[in-house]
């Protein structure tokens, strides 16, 4: 299991477009894949999770991957995390 924080620099999640860009990218992977945020865990798989996150720009967030492409799910999440909304 990895666990890495990300802060959601002058990005959001809230945007849909967001969302569903995080949702494509996730799906790929066999991982299971979390984001937590003031205290509420969602599968970044869902949009309606994503959303309903709440998390706006300069948010912490922690990633939860977990499965056996974890590392490689990591990566790519995470990357696509700090650069939405660019």
Same mark, same amino acid.
């Given at each position: 299991?990895?666990?890495?924080?990300? /802060?959601? /620099?002058?990005? !959001?999640?809230?945007?849909? &477009?967001?969302? +569903?860009?995080? +949702?494509?990218? $996730?799906?790929?992977?066999?991982?299971?894949?979390?984001?937590? %945020?003031? %205290?509420?865990?969602? #599968?970044?798989?869902? !949009?309606? *999770?994503?959303?309903?996150?709440? $998390?706006?720009?300069? &948010?912490? /967030?922690?990633?939860? +991957?977990? *499965?056996?492409?974890? &590392?490689? &799910? #990591? !990566? $790519? +999440?995470?990357?696509?995390?700090? /650069?939405?909304?660019?």
């Amino acid at each position: 299991m990895i666990r890495d924080r990300v /802060t959601l /620099t002058g990005k !959001t999640l809230s945007s849909r &477009a967001n969302a +569903v860009a995080l +949702v494509q990218l $996730a799906s790929r992977y066999e991982s299971r894949i979390m984001l937590e %945020h003031a %205290h509420k865990i969602v #599968n970044a798989k869902s !949009t309606l *999770g994503l959303l309903s996150l709440c $998390a706006d720009a300069d &948010a912490v /967030t922690m990633l939860v +991957v977990e *499965g056996p492409d974890e &590392a490689e &799910a #990591n !990566t $790519a +999440v995470r990357a696509l995390l700090q /650069t939405l909304g660019e």
